[in-house]
C-alpha cells in the first residue's frame, strides 16, 4: 500500500519550500513598501514646495473672479447696441426739430431787436 513515511517527508519538504519562498515574498514585499514609501515621501516634499505657489494661483483666480464680477455688473446697466441706435435716431429728431424752432424764432428775433432799436431812439430823442 503506499508508504506515509514518504507522504510525510514530501509534505515536510513542500512546506519548507512554502516556508522559504513566504519569507523571500515578505522580504522583497517590505523591500517593495519602503520604496513605496520613499516615493510618497519625495512627491509630498516637492508637494510641499508647489503648495505655496497653488495658493497664490487660487488667490489670483479669486480675485479675477472677483473682478470680472464687479465689470459684469457695471456693464449690465450700460445701454445695448439697440439702446444706442434708439438714441441715435431720437438726436436726430431733435436736431431736426431745432432747426426748425430756429427758423420760427429767428423773425421774432429780428422784431425784437427792431422794436428794441426804435424805443432806443425814441429815448434820445
Same mark, same amino acid.
Given at each position: 500500500?503506499?508508504? !506515509?513515511? %514518504? &507522504?510525510?517527508? &514530501?509534505?515536510?519538504?513542500?512546506?519548507? $519550500?512554502?516556508?522559504?519562498?513566504?519569507?523571500? !515574498?515578505? @522580504?522583497?514585499?517590505?523591500?517593495?513598501?519602503?520604496? #513605496?514609501?520613499?516615493? &510618497?515621501?519625495? %512627491?509630498?516634499? @516637492? &508637494?510641499?514646495? $508647489?503648495?505655496?505657489? #497653488?495658493?497664490?494661483?487660487? /488667490?489670483?483666480?479669486?480675485?479675477? /473672479?472677483?473682478?470680472? @464680477?464687479?465689470?459684469? %455688473?457695471?456693464?449690465?446697466?450700460?445701454? %445695448?447696441?439697440?439702446?444706442?441706435?434708439?438714441?441715435?435716431?431720437? *438726436?436726430? /429728431?431733435?436736431?431736426?426739430? *431745432?432747426?426748425?424752432?430756429?427758423?420760427?424764432?429767428?423773425? #421774432? @428775433?429780428?422784431?425784437?431787436?427792431?422794436?428794441?432799436?426804435?424805443?432806443? /431812439?425814441?429815448?434820445?430823442?
Amino acid at each position: 500500500m503506499t508508504d !506515509w513515511g %514518504n &507522504i510525510a517527508q &514530501i509534505a515536510a519538504a513542500i512546506v519548507g $519550500v512554502a516556508g522559504f519562498l513566504t519569507s523571500l !515574498w515578505a @522580504a522583497r514585499a517590505k523591500r517593495f513598501d519602503d520604496k #513605496i514609501e520613499a516615493v &510618497i515621501r519625495k %512627491n509630498e516634499a @516637492a &508637494i510641499d514646495g $508647489v503648495r505655496p505657489d #497653488i495658493s497664490r494661483a487660487f /488667490e489670483r483666480i479669486d480675485g479675477a /473672479e472677483q473682478r470680472l @464680477a464687479r465689470v459684469e %455688473n457695471e456693464l449690465a446697466h450700460l445701454p %445695448n447696441k439697440d439702446m444706442v441706435h434708439a438714441l441715435q435716431l431720437g *438726436m436726430s /429728431e431733435l436736431k431736426g426739430q *431745432m432747426a426748425a424752432l430756429v427758423e420760427r424764432v429767428t423773425p #421774432i @428775433a429780428r422784431s425784437i431787436d427792431r422794436v428794441e432799436q426804435s424805443l432806443i /431812439e425814441r429815448a434820445d430823442k
